[in-house]
């Protein structure tokens, strides 16, 4: 076994590939760009070697800075976690000159699966069952349009040499297709270098499910169950768990020996994932492999009671793998989500900012989490706005998703917007814990998980109040002075009975909440709904013990200044996230007019112009594309928010904008 191996690759990928080889007695070694100096992963390492700037592109892409540092080091191999250089053979090539071991299939597997094209034709040799499609080099926009009509619509286009959802389009008709397929190709190029595509046949209610293989220099080869992942946004993957929900054994058995033929196929040895396309009647077809461990494996794991990292580090010494087949046994049912920096409301758009407040999940025999991050933490536009990896574990699949349900509802995250709601939303929504399950699912019950918010309730406006009266009592000037006037907190008014008052904005309402002191030392809340008693007290978590008429309960508020000047209070209670806003009676600029038509399309986050589609004097109607604005490895497509006439076009092709700057101004 290795004693000393690196980690090409950051966040809660690097955390949990640290995890392992501390509990196997391995030294690891971490790399960071100049945005991950104080990342997470650097201080769990052992050592940790600096490898350039911010931008993947020039840290942790750079094959030759990372064999440096293993070298340096004295790393005797190199785990590439998942994304990065993990399924570049040419990384894999270097690595092996340099006498540094690949934690990884050999470089032949990886370029054998690296063309989702040329994997198609090897899996037909296998007789591995195929989507209809076309999957040749002839990339002429004529014939891709012509092989689209003749598998006829809807088609995906796809990346050959991608994944993660880039270059990936869904076009219903043949009008669409020329607009998609521009979108997809360079797309594809930003991301891979390379904007060759194949386009198959998609299917209506496909369900999105992968089988985990393992094979070692032995000849053993087995697969590890299969892992659904049909509940998918933008084509990325939101929820995945396992075993697959509604799979029997024959079609399991099926799936399994599908995918160790594949794996065979091409001389595969360490972890590996064959993705299937399967449709509600139980027909599955072969979509790609990707040639590494999956951001996913961990339900793998809870399932099997096998920890994957430990079986790559085995293999990868020269090992046989830990188990046979027949000593593979499913327990449970196991869940894990992706806890995204994201506005679901806003098309999923990655949010950046730092996380000034931040308590997920306490780990336990049901509960994991992988991350990458703490309180106090950026998410930049850099990397992936992956915030954690919740993971639960439990004895079927209905208990399974009523924790992670709950458990969402009591993530707190404030700094960046995440999509826990939805997650929660998700995993209590009755049709798909009923089974319902298919990639089409989000958009389909979309009006049920975007519901709109109700006004926040008399206990959110409770809690926020009383976290307010306590930044008073803190303030007080006159602590330490027990004589001074300026220390009763009675609040004082002349010609009126005491009392303090508190304004909220709340979306579209003004509220103002009304506490008086009473002898006992106790709260009188005056309430949207009516009066209510009240007592509080900070715990020793600096968290709120509320007692709100016959109620009690812990919450935290979080309060912090938003972008605009205004101060935000995050109020976390009862498994619901609200935020309010204060109301300054004494500040005269929030009074000004507000209703004034808006003049200019702002970035919504920093990133690089790829496209525009109108210059100064074109007329617009609301909702027609602008521009494209490339930023955490995804295109983001800008539209007019109302009819009008483009007065102006601040930058141009290939220029960097930072969040918030004017893009399309009008008149």
Not at 98 to 103: D, K, T
Not at 194 to 203: F, P, S, T
Not at 422 to 433: E, G, M, N, Q, R
Not at 511 to 537: S, T, W, Y
Request: glycine residues 10%.
């Amino acid at each position: 076994m290795f004693s000393k191996i690196l980690i090409a690759n950051r966040g809660e990928i690097a955390c949990r590939v640290i995890k392992t080889a501390r509990r196997l007695g391995i030294k690891t070694v971490a790399v960071y760009s100049d945005a991950d100096r104080t990342a997470r992963h650097v201080a769990m390492a052992d050592e940790a070697v600096h490898i350039g700037p911010s931008a993947a592109r020039e840290s942790y892409l750079v094959a030759e800075k990372i064999i440096d540092a293993a070298k340096r080091t004295g790393a005797q191999a190199i785990h590439p976690g998942y994304g990065f250089l993990s399924e570049n053979a040419g990384f894999a090539d270097t690595c092996a000159k340099a006498g540094i071991v690949f934690i990884g299939p050999p470089p032949a597997a990886i370029r054998a699966m690296g063309s989702k094209s040329e994997a198609k034709k090897i899996m037909e040799k296998a007789k591995v069952p195929l989507v209809p499609g076309y999957h040749g080099d002839d990339q002429s926009p004529d014939l891709l349009a012509k092989e689209a009509a003749r598998i006829g619509f809807p088609v995906l286009i796809k990346a050959s040499a991608g994944g993660g959802g880039k270059g990936m389009r869904v076009v219903e008709s043949a009008d669409k297709f020329a607009d998609a397929l521009a979108g997809a190709k360079r797309e594809a190029k930003a991301a891979f270098a390379d904007d060759h595509v194949l386009v198959e046949k998609y299917l209506t209610r496909p369900r999105h499910i992968e089988i985990q293989v393992f094979a070692d220099g032995q000849g053993g080869c087995l697969y590890l169950f299969e892992r659904d992942c049909s509940i998918q946004r933008r084509h990325q993957k939101v929820i995945e768990e396992a075993p697959a929900p509604n799979m029997d054994p024959a079609r399991r058995k099926a799936m399994g020996e599908a995918a160790v033929a594949a794996a065979r196929a091409i001389g595969y040895q360490g972890a590996g994932t064959v993705e299937f396309i399967a449709d509600q009647d139980g027909t599955f077809f072969f979509m790609e492999m990707n040639t590494r461990l999956q951001v996913e494996h961990p339900v793998t794991e809870a399932i099997t009671g096998q920890d994957l990292v430990e079986w790559q580090l085995v293999v990868a010494a020269g090992g046989k793998m830990p188990l046979t087949q027949d000593q593979l046994h499913i327990d449970g049912h196991a869940v894990e989500v992706r806890l995204y920096a994201e506005d679901p409301a806003r098309n999923f758009l990655p949010s950046t900012g730092t996380l000034v407040h931040l308590r997920l999940p306490e780990e336990d025999a049901h509960v994991r989490v992988d991350t990458g991050v703490r309180q106090g933490d950026t998410v930049t536009p850099f990397y992936d706005p992956m915030i954690a990896k919740v993971i639960v574990h439990d004895r079927d699949r209905t208990s399974a998703m009523r924790r992670m349900a709950a458990l969402m509802g009591e993530t707190e995250v404030v700094g960046v917007t995440t999509n826990a709601a939805l997650l929660k939303a998700l995993c209590s929504h009755p049709a798909f814990v009923g089974g319902e399950v298919d990639t089409g699912f989000i958009e389909r019950h979309r009006d049920t998980l975007f519901a709109k918010a109700a006004p926040a309730a008399d206990r959110t406006f409770a809690v926020a109040t009383l976290a307010r009266l306590f930044e008073w009592q803190d303030a007080t000037p006159s602590a330490g002075d027990p004589w001074s006037p300026w220390g009763e907190q009675n609040g004082f008014r002349l010609l009126d009975e005491g009392h303090d008052e508190v304004r909220w904005n709340d979306g579209e309402r003004d509220v103002a909440v009304i506490a008086r002191r009473l002898k006992d030392g106790g709260l009188r809340l005056e309430l949207p709904g009516g009066v209510q008693e009240a007592r509080v007290q900070r715990n020793g978590e600096g968290r709120l013990a509320i007692g709100l008429g016959s109620d009690t309960f812990v919450a935290t508020v979080v309060r912090r200044k938003a972008n605009d000047g205004g101060i935000d209070y995050a109020v976390f209670a009862d498994g619901e996230n609200r935020r309010l806003r204060l109301v300054d009676p004494l500040d005269v600029t929030q009074y000004e007019a507000t209703a004034s038509a808006e003049t200019a399309v702002r970035a919504p986050l920093p990133g690089k112009i790829i496209d525009l589609r109108v210059k100064a004097g074109d007329t617009v109607s609301k909702g027609q594309p602008l521009l494209v604005l490339e930023a955490m490895k995804m295109e983001h497509t800008l539209a007019a928010p109302a009819d009008g006439k483009v007065k102006s076009v601040r930058y141009a092709v290939g220029e960097q904008v930072t969040e918030g700057a004017e893009l399309v101004e009008f008149e």
